[in-house]
């Protein structure tokens, strides 16, 4: 059983920095997704937010270059978002997931992520004031 656990969300001030970290167990990458981070404000859309090809090319949107860091840690398992000078826009439920690559840039619209393909976390907050 696939199971991505998201932790590291939480509030802070505009300018500040989160650490976002999603544990993966149970995947084993057959079918050719990508990994990486979606993310949902009340009432928007799912939004692609940065990805991480199986061998490793990294992608991110536009409006979270030169702030936001993804990596990886195979050894531990672990996918991270590093996130700095945050801005109020970026306030969401941030969504660890391995779907379909194509979707990082592109998103999956005003969906729900049990709405989405691949596997997906519960979600963790992250909340930006301004």
């Known amino acids: 059983q696939v199971q991505l656990v998201e932790s590291g969300g939480g509030s802070v001030q505009a300018g500040g920095s989160l650490r976002l970290s999603c544990v993966v167990s149970?995947?084993?990458?057959?079918?050719?997704?990508?990994m990486g981070w979606f993310r949902q404000a009340p009432g928007e859309e799912l939004d692609g937010v940065a990805s991480?090809?199986?061998?490793?090319?990294?992608s991110y949107i536009d409006s979270v270059k030169d702030r936001f860091t993804l990596s990886r840690d195979n050894a531990k398992a672990t996918l991270y978002l590093q996130m700095n000078n945050l801005r109020p826009e970026d306030t969401a439920i941030y969504y660890c997931?391995?779907?379909?690559?194509?979707?990082?840039?592109?998103?999956?619209?005003?969906?729900?992520?049990?709405?989405?393909?691949?596997?997906w976390g519960q979600g963790t907050q992250v909340t930006v004031s301004s």
């Open positions: 997931a391995a779907t379909l690559c194509w979707t990082f840039a592109h998103g999956y619209g005003p969906v729900s992520r049990e709405s989405a393909s691949g596997h």
């Open positions: 991480i090809t199986s061998s490793g090319a990294i």
């Open positions: 149970g995947y084993t990458d057959i079918d050719g997704y990508c």
